[in-house]
């Protein structure tokens, strides 16, 4: 059972959602009265309250989703508010579907998509995992943080061939490498607002780190939003080539260390945006003929089911006719129909923009 000061603050929470009639958040949308007052007494065995689940959209009224899961066993207790709001934003995956197994699928079938270097600048494949037996940021003690760090930099120092490297841990960083590490666009910061409310944040920079091989094209964060990000990538559009390294870097670490996996929900993360296969497929990709028919642009991507963005990721401007295109599914499909999605979607808005010549 949850404390009464913690239901007190709950309620003080549900009150000024409630409130907030310009709130557009996927939180607000779903969290009703009968939901609210079937979670708030509930705890999970590791601590976990619905106060952790949505008090970064209490706080940040302009969240787009708002909630996140503290622990692994969130998803399940309080799956009355995570279910509908993931059917909401995974479009398409409903409360009775079920994410299917892993499958990477036949890594030769994916290729160069622009072999002349015309269009695409770089190429990136990344997916999030969680350590089994640990919970997510909220609930994790300074020495859960030491711990994890001990165990992923250890594992990771195993890895050989390719992706040898080295292991960066925040702690104690010195000045030059810190800024190898930024001019490398490597180094992560300290969470934006929306983590921090939901405590994701605490103990920084303890348990934090970054490896990565000496060509650097992988990377894994370690402790950053989640326990696990494992990143692939490269210059140029060598998809095959950064989708094998990724797949064989994630399938050499889950020998060593087991991931959190829901029999439903796929693998699990802190957010519940990044569930399933976790995957995002992206390039910065030049399309300066469909960049001035923006319609044509956002028809093709959204037969394939892509998404377009800024230069910079997220809300940002296109530079120079330069978009971050990535695949917008992540669940009820496999790793291998993610990337392969992405791949076509790709392989046809360069056939367009040759032809619009």
Same mark, same amino acid.
């Given at each position: 059972?949850?404390?009464?000061?913690?239901?007190?603050?709950?309620?003080?929470?549900?009150?000024?959602?409630?409130?907030?009639?310009?709130?557009?958040?996927?939180?607000?949308?779903?969290?009703?009265?009968?939901?609210?007052?079937?979670?708030?007494?509930?705890?999970?065995?590791?601590?976990?309250?619905?106060?952790?689940?949505?008090?970064?959209?209490?706080?940040?009224?302009?969240?787009?989703?708002?909630?996140?899961?503290?622990?692994?066993?969130?998803?399940?207790?309080?799956?009355?508010?995570?279910?509908?709001?993931?059917?909401?934003?995974?479009?398409?995956?409903?409360?009775?579907?079920?994410?299917?197994?892993?499958?990477?699928?036949?890594?030769?079938?994916?290729?160069?998509?622009?072999?002349?270097?015309?269009?695409?600048?770089?190429?990136?494949?990344?997916?999030?995992?969680?350590?089994?037996?640990?919970?997510?940021?909220?609930?994790?003690?300074? &020495?859960?943080?030491? #711990?994890?760090? +001990?165990? @992923?930099?250890?594992?990771? /120092?195993?890895?050989?061939?390719?992706?040898? %490297?080295?292991?960066?841990?925040?702690?104690?960083?010195?000045?030059?490498?810190?800024?190898?590490?930024?001019?490398?666009?490597?180094?992560?910061?300290?969470?934006?607002?929306?983590?921090?409310?939901?405590?994701?944040?605490?103990?920084?920079?303890?348990?934090?780190?970054?490896?990565?091989?000496?060509?650097?094209?992988?990377?894994?964060?370690?402790?950053?939003?989640?326990?696990?990000?494992?990143?692939?990538?490269?210059?140029?559009?060598?998809?095959?080539?950064?989708?094998?390294?990724?797949?064989?870097?994630?399938?050499?670490?889950?020998?060593?260390?087991?991931?959190?996996?829901?029999?439903?929900?796929?693998?699990?993360?802190?957010?519940?945006?990044?569930?399933?296969?976790?995957?995002?497929?992206?390039?910065?990709?030049?399309?300066?003929?469909? &960049?001035?028919?923006? #319609?044509?642009? +956002?028809? @093709?991507?959204?037969?394939? /089911?892509?998404?377009?963005?800024?230069?910079? %990721?997220?809300?940002?401007?296109?530079?120079?006719?330069?978009?971050?295109?990535?695949?917008?599914?992540?669940?009820?499909?496999?790793?291998?129909?993610?990337?392969?999605?992405?791949?076509?979607?790709?392989?046809?808005?360069?056939?367009?923009?040759?032809?619009?010549?």
């Amino acid at each position: 059972m949850a404390d009464a000061a913690t239901i007190t603050k709950l309620e003080e929470g549900f009150k000024k959602l409630q409130a907030a009639t310009d709130c557009k958040s996927l939180l607000k949308k779903y969290l009703s009265k009968d939901i609210f007052d079937s979670l708030k007494a509930k705890k999970t065995g590791l601590g976990a309250t619905l106060l952790d689940v949505i008090q970064s959209g209490v706080e940040n009224l302009d969240s787009g989703v708002g909630i996140y899961a503290p622990d692994a066993e969130a998803y399940s207790l309080f799956a009355p508010l995570f279910d509908p709001i993931i059917e909401d934003y995974h479009k398409g995956f409903k409360q009775t579907d079920k994410h299917p197994a892993k499958d990477f699928g036949d890594v030769s079938q994916f290729v160069n998509v622009d072999p002349d270097g015309k269009f695409v600048i770089s190429t990136r494949v990344r997916c999030g995992r969680s350590l089994e037996g640990y919970p997510f940021n909220p609930c994790l003690t300074e &020495a859960h943080y030491k #711990e994890m760090e +001990e165990k @992923v930099s250890s594992t990771l /120092s195993g890895l050989e061939g390719e992706l040898k %490297g080295t292991y960066y841990p925040l702690t104690g960083m010195t000045k030059e490498v810190q800024q190898k590490l930024i001019d490398d666009h490597f180094l992560f910061k300290e969470g934006d607002r929306f983590l921090q409310a939901a405590n994701a944040c605490r103990y920084w920079p303890t348990g934090r780190g970054i490896y990565h091989n000496d060509k650097k094209t992988f990377l894994v964060w370690c402790n950053e939003e989640d326990h696990l990000r494992i990143i692939s990538m490269q210059m140029g559009g060598d998809l095959g080539q950064v989708y094998r390294r990724l797949v064989t870097a994630v399938n050499d670490i889950e020998k060593r260390v087991p991931f959190s996996h829901h029999n439903r929900l796929g693998f699990l993360t802190f957010c519940p945006t990044n569930l399933g296969t976790t995957i995002r497929a992206s390039v910065h990709i030049k399309l300066p003929k469909l &960049a001035a028919n923006r #319609e044509k642009l +956002e028809e @093709v991507a959204a037969r394939y /089911s892509l998404q377009v963005r800024g230069t910079r %990721g997220e809300h940002t401007e296109a530079e120079g006719g330069i978009y971050d295109i990535s695949n917008k599914r992540r669940m009820g499909l496999t790793e291998y129909q993610a990337v392969k999605e992405m791949q076509d979607g790709i392989l046809e808005l360069i056939k367009i923009e040759k032809e619009m010549a």
